[in-house]
């Protein structure tokens, strides 16, 4: 199993724009290894059976270690499985308040179940691939726009130390987010692995 690599991030010049008298810190955590990453899938859809494998549980309990002696006065999570898992497995240490908020859940890509490379393949040919949406899904666009708002909200709820718990993407919008990325750079990011956690500190 690998070490979990922690990030240390701190916003300059600050993005966020925070009403809270002290310092908010936010841990982010990409959920562990499911049997659709192993695949390569797409999911959205709570309902579809997505679940961490044995080395995904693993990875949870290895980055729970690594955050047991950190504070969190709330775990974030989406609403799908994986992140709950998760969560859970890192939360033994805390018992800290658990919140789902849809805003930080995996991009409706309208290519449920399906390879990723038929997505990406998807996006790269359409004329604007960041506002490009397929099958009912969303933009890239559309799914910024909800990331934005919920870490708008999260740093103006009183909060000083959080956990979120959420998935490749919106961790590079996040990331995006507090460094004033542009769509195309947070797009092109490489992806974060699985357990992977960056902390970011705003109002500092």
Same mark, same amino acid.
């Given at each position: 199993?690998?070490?979990?690599?922690?990030? /240390?991030?701190?916003?300059?010049?600050?993005?966020?724009?925070?009403?809270?008298?002290?310092?908010?810190?936010?841990?982010?955590?990409?959920?562990?290894?499911?049997?659709?990453?192993?695949?390569?899938?797409?999911?959205?859809?709570?309902?579809?059976?997505?679940?961490?494998? /044995?080395?995904?549980?693993?990875?949870?309990?290895?980055?729970?270690?690594?955050?047991?002696?950190?504070?969190?006065?709330?775990?974030?999570?989406?609403?799908?499985?994986?992140?709950?898992?998760?969560?859970?497995?890192?939360?033994?240490?805390?018992?800290?308040?658990?919140? /789902?908020?849809?805003?930080?859940?995996?991009?409706?890509?309208?290519?449920?179940?399906?390879?990723?490379?038929?997505?990406?393949?998807?996006?790269?040919?359409?004329?604007?691939?960041?506002?490009?949406?397929?099958?009912?899904?969303?933009?890239?666009?559309?799914?910024?726009?909800?990331?934005?708002?919920?870490?708008?909200?999260?740093?103006?709820?009183?909060?000083?130390?959080?956990?979120?718990?959420?998935?490749?993407?919106?961790?590079?919008?996040?990331?995006?987010?507090?460094?004033?990325?542009?769509?195309?750079?947070?797009?092109?990011?490489?992806?974060?692995?699985?357990?992977?956690?960056?902390?970011?500190?705003?109002?500092?």
């Amino acid at each position: 199993m690998r070490s979990t690599c922690i990030i /240390e991030v701190c916003s300059k010049p600050l993005v966020i724009r925070s009403r809270n008298v002290k310092p908010l810190k936010i841990f982010v955590v990409r959920h562990g290894q499911t049997n659709y990453n192993l695949q390569n899938l797409c999911n959205n859809d709570p309902s579809i059976d997505v679940f961490l494998t /044995e080395d995904g549980v693993k990875q949870a309990e290895g980055v729970a270690e690594e955050l047991k002696d950190k504070q969190f006065e709330a775990i974030f999570i989406s609403n799908l499985r994986r992140t709950k898992q998760t969560a859970e497995i890192i939360n033994r240490h805390h018992k800290a308040l658990i919140i /789902e908020d849809l805003r930080i859940g995996d991009r409706k890509t309208g290519f449920e179940s399906k390879p990723a490379e038929v997505f990406y393949d998807a996006v790269k040919a359409a004329p604007d691939g960041l506002n490009a949406k397929f099958n009912g899904g969303e933009s890239f666009s559309e799914e910024k726009a909800r990331v934005f708002a919920f870490i708008d909200e999260l740093a103006n709820g009183g909060y000083t130390s959080v956990l979120i718990v959420t998935h490749a993407e919106i961790m590079k919008l996040i990331f995006g987010y507090f460094y004033g990325l542009k769509d195309e750079d947070m797009w092109e990011m490489n992806d974060f692995k699985n357990t992977e956690v960056i902390t970011l500190t705003a109002g500092a």
